[in-house]
């Protein structure tokens, strides 16, 4: 079997076969394929796509590429989460502690932000004195201990991935079903949970730019998660605006401590809730995804979520009292409210746009050796379809000086457009899918 052999199948739209696709995966993770022939592969997949068969056999290879983290130190079932990716978008920061304060084990590998998109290891360093990089025995201690941890990932996880990813991201191969499910999936199942809960984003800000592809994307993610004997539900959720109010990494855990808190709600509690219900139902904590939304209801009020964030911050070397008090959290020297300057309808966020405009104040990277600012970003103060007057609050910029904090204005009113015509709100649930069933939501289920 040669490279050029397993290329000249997938240009001809043929099916390759498992050892062809572990040749190719090992090929990338050793560097023993070079870069050229590995580039023309993806360009190949990417025109001819793969079959559920083979997009398993590529996740499979690829998760076994590197080392598979070893959870059954922790009794219980561990269900991991995980997002396609977004602006606002602090669901992990909200469901950790809570879901652990229901009685599920969370052990959770986060990444960094990149691009538009926030990282939660980012959001969670802005805490002065965090540490994400524990080793695997401290993370499965702590786990142990408290029920929650979220941390860098440990040991060399799918490095297969490392090398296509790179790669992808300069032959223009990014967005092909079977490699994004390849790298999403084989990092997850490498994470060593039991189940796990998919948030697929749809709209300006995600992946996925249309329904039907994240429905797909969603679905293909369900069904190579049961031929790889793992429990995947999926839930389709809406990236037409940022998830929460506040983007930037300081101000996304303030929203999160103040939600834990019951001082905040809106789209980012309810998708929290919703991923969260499945979580509980797949750890075998709640009969059904409503009796775990309740339960989770119920441990805001109580405040045992947000004890549940106390005490795993403290473990992780952090200074447990930015719940109590936020402005101990880092605080930007600039801060400047911008109004809607026009009357009308909220109609549409440009939320790529939105999340660019936060990776300049210096909230985000656009390398991985970029340099954050914790303290900076924004607080949008309008949702899609709100009616606004000239003088409506749109947003407050937390900047490093005056003049970020100008661009930041004149990046924040391009991205959002104000009209005359009503519109609707926009929907934060499009579909759960689960193996052999599709639920679409409609409006009345929001
Ligand atoms: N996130 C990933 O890790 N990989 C992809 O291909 C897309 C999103
Ligand atoms: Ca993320």
Redesign the pocket.
Known sequence: MTMLEIIEKKKLGKELTKEEITFFANGAAEKTVPDYQLSALLMAIRLNGMNYRETTDLTLAMRDSGDIADLSGIPGIKVDKHS??GVGDTTTLVLAPLVAACGAPVAKMSGRGLGHTGGTLDKLESIPGMNVSLSEEEFIRQVKEIGVAVIGQTGHLAPADKTL?ALRDVTST?DSMP??VG??LS?KLAAGSDAIVLDVKSGSGA?MHTEEDSIKLAETMVEVGALAGKPIIAVVSGMEQPLGTHVGNALEVKEAIDILAGKAGGDLLEVSLMLGGYMLLLAGQAETPEEGQAKMKAAIDSGAGLKKLKEMIAAQGGDPLVCDDVTRLPQAKVIREVTCGRAGYVQKMDTMALGMAAQAMGAGRLTMDDKLDYSVGFVLQVRIGDQVSEDTPLCTLHARSEEDAEKAEQAVRAAIRIGDEACDRAPNFIAVVMKNVLVRLGEEDQ
């Open positions: 396609t990716g990813y990014v490699l994004i790298s999403i990092k992946i």
